[in-house]
């Protein structure tokens, strides 16, 4: 068949997304990683000061690092019971009438944007934790992990329902005729079925957590030290970008710096999305073969 | 019986679970529609802020926002949907489909601070344009790529083959099967990705915190080099760099109620595109 102009032109878009992809990664290493002529690699991720204006200037990455993680894991431990605890609720024992109201309002979470969760965190639950744990401030690495605990549920949510309504029907209706429970059968076959694709969300929570800026920027108090407790004040990679790029100049030290931090925040983000992606497919795969 | 009871309490534990869920997201809106609404009024949307943001409206803001995601859409729709259509019409599955699949993948994962940076060395710095209208724009729109891109393929899947088969035997080429057959059929379900992608991006603050966004600014901006307000930008600005909380937080509040209304009102649209299309659909 003949091709038209238009047809020789489609290929350019279609390959665009490599294109942006690799842009992405080249740029936030062409700006950051001339750094490493004059600090070392260790220096820089193993750094417990973080002092970008003192003579020179230290670029410890650690504490951002620590916070990142620290926030991160914790917003996982609560968002955990309550995303998996709504998925088999609404997969197993809700009514078709109740999981209709109640699958779209948790999505709607999902359409908040990140900034007003950052409010919610700044002036609802810091009064609340301050109160609770008789802190000097509630901006804190709880706060920033409860918030974002909220903002994964309909992600996490929505991944496992997905991967509990995939598990096929026949060995669940096998579990029945042997004389199992509902529950019997829920943690004995359901639940196993769909661990790899229910990790699969919990890694996809995770990484979005890793890079969630501004609501951990409102909530989490923006003390550059490594944390020793949950309950200090945190500043994680996200924040540290965040607060700092605008008042650097390009090609200054403290700039690249912040530019490599990105690039070590990508390299993680990136690595979680690889193995949430792996975990997915082995999923499939062990399902229908 | 022990086996029920157990299985009772169980359940009664699933139970609470999601409806903790469920009244998380309830006290969230109703703390900001109880803060916020007594703010809203036609003034407060039609009207410029005053007296270094402690009075006055927030109408630069509303369309600040509005022309960032209106210029994102305009860059990126074309780019996206063209995308799709090659990847989904024109090429068989192969390594580099793949490779192209999973670039879609990652770059919808990654974090929007990422993208904000991105636009910073390359709009900003490299092409020169400094904190601006367009720059904040194209960066939103690489941000917003991913889903458009996936979100063709997707809806061009949908189109039974049948439809194609039966075009090319009315003799009709393949770029006409795919214009007038395939993406008509699919245009629905591409408008909902495009609605859907466009709510995301207008709440975005983190993208546009050094390309585009702008805490203050006399009027409406002249041209596209110039910075704007956006709403996710000005309540940013508002709770972490405002010097008056009392008057300033009231606003953010306002602000957010707008930013929301917005946000349903871009992607309900969509839904309901998407959800009709379904229920016509016959085959």
Not at chain 1, 217 to 244: D, F, K, Y
Not at chain 1, 258 to 272: N, P
Not at chain 2, 119 to 143: D, H, Y
Not at chain 2, 232 to 249: C, H, M, N, R, S
């Amino acid at each position: 068949m003949k091709k038209n102009f238009g047809e020789y032109l489609l290929p350019i878009f279609g390959y665009i997304a490599i294109i942006i992809l690799a842009g992405i990664v080249i740029t936030i290493a062409v700006q950051g990683l001339p750094l490493l002529s004059k600090y070392s690699l260790k220096e820089l991720l193993l750094g417990k000061e973080w002092r970008p204006t003192s003579v020179p200037p230290l670029f410890g990455f650690l504490p951002s690092i620590v916070s990142t993680f620290y926030i991160s894991i914790f917003s996982m431990l609560i968002a955990l019971p309550l995303s998996l605890g709504t998925a088999i609720y609404l997969s197993k024992i809700a009514s078709p009438k109740v999981r209709s109201i109640l699958k779209p309002v948790i999505e709607l979470l999902a359409n908040i944007p990140s900034v007003i969760y950052g409010m919610f965190a700044l002036l609802f639950l810091g009064p609340i934790l301050k109160k609770l744990f008789n802190l000097p401030v509630g901006l804190n690495g709880l706060n920033a992990s409860i918030v974002l605990a909220i903002m994964s549920i309909p992600t996490i949510t929505t991944l496992s329902e997905d991967a509990i309504s995939m598990v096929p029907k026949e060995p669940e209706l096998a579990s029945y005729a042997l004389g199992a429970s509902n529950l019997e059968t829920i943690f004995g076959i359901t639940i196993p079925s769909a661990s790899a694709g229910i990790f699969a969300s919990i890694t996809a929570g995770f990484g979005r957590a890793i890079g969630e800026t501004m609501a951990v920027l409102l909530a989490a108090g923006n003390s550059i030290r490594i944390p020793h407790s949950i309950l200090e004040p945190m500043r994680p990679i996200t924040a540290t970008i965040a607060l700092e790029m605008a008042e650097t100049a390009v090609g200054s030290d403290h700039y690249r710096a912040l530019f490599l931090l990105a690039l070590v925040l990508l390299i993680f983000v990136l690595s979680f999305n690889l193995l949430s992606r792996h975990l997915r497919k082995l999923y499939r795969k062990k399902l229908y073969g | 019986m022990d086996k029920l009871k157990k299985e009772k309490i169980f359940f009664a534990i699933f139970r609470i679970l999601a409806f903790t869920s469920l009244l998380i997201v309830l006290t969230l809106i109703f703390y900001i529609l109880s803060k916020g609404l007594k703010v809203i009024s036609l003034n407060f949307i039609i009207d410029y802020p005053r007296n270094s943001f402690t009075e006055g409206g927030i109408f630069p803001a509303i369309v600040g926002s509005l022309y960032l995601v209106g210029l994102a859409i305009i860059f990126a729709v074309p780019v996206g949907v063209l995308g799709g259509i090659y990847l989904s019409e024109y090429t068989k599955e192969n390594t580099l489909t793949e490779a192209i699949r999973l670039a879609i993948d990652t770059l919808s994962g990654i974090p929007s601070i990422i993208f904000g940076l991105f636009g910073l060395a390359v709009f900003c710095k490299i092409l020169n344009l400094k904190v601006s209208l367009i720059a904040g724009s194209l960066t939103l729109s690489i941000l917003i790529l991913p889903t458009i891109f996936s979100a063709t393929i997707e809806s061009l899947k949908l189109v039974p083959k049948d439809f194609r088969d039966a075009s090319y035997a009315l003799g009709a080429t393949k770029w006409q099967t795919t214009w007038e057959i395939v993406v008509k059929t699919a245009l629905p379900n591409i408008i909902t990705g495009v609605l859907l992608s466009i709510g995301r991006a207008i709440g975005e603050t983190a993208p546009i915190l050094f390309t585009g966004a702008t805490f203050y600014t006399r009027g409406l901006p002249e041209n596209i080099f110039e910075p704007v307000m956006a709403l996710p930008y000005t309540i940013y600005g508002l709770l972490a760099e405002g010097t008056f909380p009392q008057k300033q937080v009231p606003i953010a509040f306002g602000a957010s109620i707008v930013l929301i209304v917005l946000v349903f009102i871009i992607t309900l649209p969509g839904i309901i595109i998407r959800d009709k299309f379904r229920s016509k659909k016959k085959w």
